[in-house]
C-alpha cells in the first residue's frame, strides 16, 4: 500500500461520503446538497436566509440556487423577518419538513452504523483529530505568509 497523506484521506472519504449520500438521496427524490439545505433549517423558527451561507460554508451563488430549487419543489417558504424588515426568513413547508426528517433519518443511520464498526476511543481521536485539523487552518498555522 501507497503513503496516503491525510488530505488524501480526507479527500477519499469525503468523496465516497457524498456519493453514498447522494444515492440514498435519489430514493427520496432529493440530492445530499437539498438535504444538507433542509438540515441546516430550524423546523420550529426558520431560519435567516443570510444565516444559512455561513451556518452550511457555502456561498450565496450556490446556497441561492439551491433555496430556488427547494423552493420551487414546494420543499421551503420564504418570509418577511418580522424583527429584521429588510431580511427573509426561510421556513419549511409540511411536505420540506418531511424531507427534512428523512434527510435526517439517513444521517442518523450513517452514524449509527459507524458508530457499530469504530470503537468510541477511536471516534474520540477522530473527533480530537478534526478538531486539531480545523484549527490550524483557523489560526492560519499551516501556510504561513512571509514579508520580503
Known amino acids: 500500500m501507497k503513503d496516503l497523506t491525510i488530505d488524501y484521506a480526507l479527500r477519499a472519504t469525503w ?10 438521496a435519489k430514493n427520496y427524490g432529493l440530492t445530499m446538497a437539498i438535504g444538507f439545505t433542509l438540515l441546516s433549517i430550524d423546523p420550529k423558527k426558520g431560519t ?9 460554508g457555502m456561498e450565496a451563488t450556490s446556497l441561492s440556487r439551491i433555496l430556488k430549487n427547494i423552493e420551487e419543489r414546494g ?3 420564504r418570509k418577511p ?22 434527510s435526517k ?15 468510541e476511543e477511536d471516534l474520540v481521536g477522530f473527533y480530537k483529530t478534526a478538531d486539531v485539523i480545523n484549527k490550524l487552518i483557523s489560526d492560519k498555522k499551516i501556510y504561513i505568509k512571509t514579508t520580503n
Open 15 to 24: 468523496q465516497a461520503v457524498i456519493k453514498m449520500y447522494n444515492e440514498e
Open 48 to 56: 435567516p436566509s443570510t444565516a444559512l451561507g455561513p451556518k452550511m
Open 75 to 77: 420543499y421551503i417558504q
Open 81 to 102: 423577518n418580522p424583527k429584521d424588515g429588510r431580511g427573509v426568513l426561510i421556513h419549511l413547508t409540511a411536505l420540506g419538513l418531511e424531507k427534512r426528517k428523512d
Open 105 to 119: 433519518d439517513v444521517v442518523l443511520r450513517f452514524n449509527d452504523v459507524v458508530r457499530e464498526h469504530v470503537s
